[in-house]
């Protein structure tokens, strides 16, 4: 499909066209010289702009705006996952970070460091969290993403006794980091430094998981299908004491959920709201929360997010997130370009030691 503009464009060349054409059927008579002329130029500007036209035409279509609900649905593990091929010039400044960090199975030996920030970092002296302990399971273990900064780990722990305590049964994990953090081949911007996790809204059940059951089974969308509230179908009260465990405990920075969860949070928080302000909206995050710890103090080299913003941002702070301008953007006439992928460059100076050793 021609844009409007190239239809603007060529109803302009149609009426100079027949312009021309009456011009030369009222002035026939002694102006053959004139009408020639005219002709001429039309036949110029075609033959310039049919090109454009075409090139035009042959223009994508627009791609729609991607359902903010279903940006980050944890898709399907695999029970035998294919090794990634080697790269063909692991070592050229130009080969994306992930695909180098993707490579790499073991974490680097030696004491903990969270290097960088949450998305442009890396990870030394990863721990691996349990794929079970007493009250949670780790899911998709073919992504080998069960690991994480001491102090990440030490928080599940804490936060699954807790969590047992206000009715819960069990925590399933998502996506933590990779062995030696850094940027991902898919899934996440951040989760670099060993400081992020995933936590399912759907309950562990009262079984050990098979393999098959931790790489398909799917997570509960809490959210309605207009996303203006959660799905009063699923969402209930304990969920919303989950969060408020987890936002509750002194390590957390931040937790991101979808906007129709913060607003249901907001209605049953009651008078003690203090930890609502780590409770931020984001896209996706209807089947998961993202939970955030802090910089520890063995980390210099690891960089802090400013705090949340006071308050509980239950106010004109959500309302963004509800206009039909957003939960129903306009498609743009073309797609973005892709940003140029992270490279080591651009990540801190140890990155590149963490990610190139063996």
Not at 70 to 92: F, H, I, Q
Not at 149 to 167: C, M, Q, T, W, Y
Not at 288 to 308: L, M, N, V
Request: charged share 20%; net charge positive.
């Amino acid at each position: 499909m021609i844009p409007k503009s190239a239809n603007g464009f060529s109803d302009r060349i149609m009426r100079k066209q027949k312009t021309a054409g009456s011009l030369g059927g009222e002035r026939q008579s002694g102006k053959l010289t004139m009408l020639a002329s005219l002709r001429l130029l039309c036949l110029l500007l075609v033959a310039g702009i049919g090109p454009a036209l075409a090139q035009d035409a042959a223009a994508p279509a627009p791609v729609p705006t991607p359902d903010t609900d279903t940006l980050d649905p944890t898709p399907p593990g695999s029970l035998n996952a294919p090794s990634l091929p080697p790269l063909a010039n692991p070592n050229s400044p130009a080969t994306p970070a992930k695909e180098l960090f993707a490579r790499k199975p073991t974490p680097f030996p030696g004491p903990p460091h969270a290097i960088g920030s949450y998305a442009d970092g890396c990870l030394a002296g990863a721990a691996p969290l349990p794929i079970t302990g007493p009250a949670w399971q780790v899911m998709r273990l073919s992504r080998n993403r069960n690991w994480g900064h001491p102090s990440l780990i030490a928080f599940l722990e804490r936060f699954a006794a807790n969590a047992k305590k206000v009715g819960w049964n069990g925590l399933l994990i998502g996506d933590m980091s990779q062995p030696r953090g850094g940027p991902m081949i898919s899934g996440h911007s951040s989760h670099q430094v060993g400081l992020d996790a995933d936590i399912w809204f759907t309950p562990m059940p009262n079984h050990v998981q098979s393999r098959e059951e931790r790489e398909f089974n799917g997570a509960a969308d809490m959210v309605a299908p207009d996303r203006l509230d959660v799905d009063p179908k699923v969402w209930t009260h304990e969920r919303a004491e989950l969060i408020r465990t987890a936002a509750q405990d002194p390590a957390i920075a931040r937790i991101f959920v979808n906007a129709a969860i913060k607003k249901a949070m907001c209605r049953e928080a009651g008078s003690d709201r203090a930890w609502l302000s780590k409770v931020r909206p984001w896209w996706g995050h209807a089947e998961h929360f993202h939970i955030r710890i802090g910089c520890p103090a063995d980390s210099p080299e690891c960089k802090p997010q400013p705090p949340p913003d006071a308050g509980d941002g239950c106010g004109h702070e959500l309302d963004f997130w509800f206009k039909d301008s957003t939960l129903h953007p306009t498609p743009p006439l073309f797609p973005a370009k892709p940003k140029p992928p992270l490279t080591l460059a651009g990540l801190p100076a140890a990155c590149k030691q963490i990610v190139t050793a063996p």
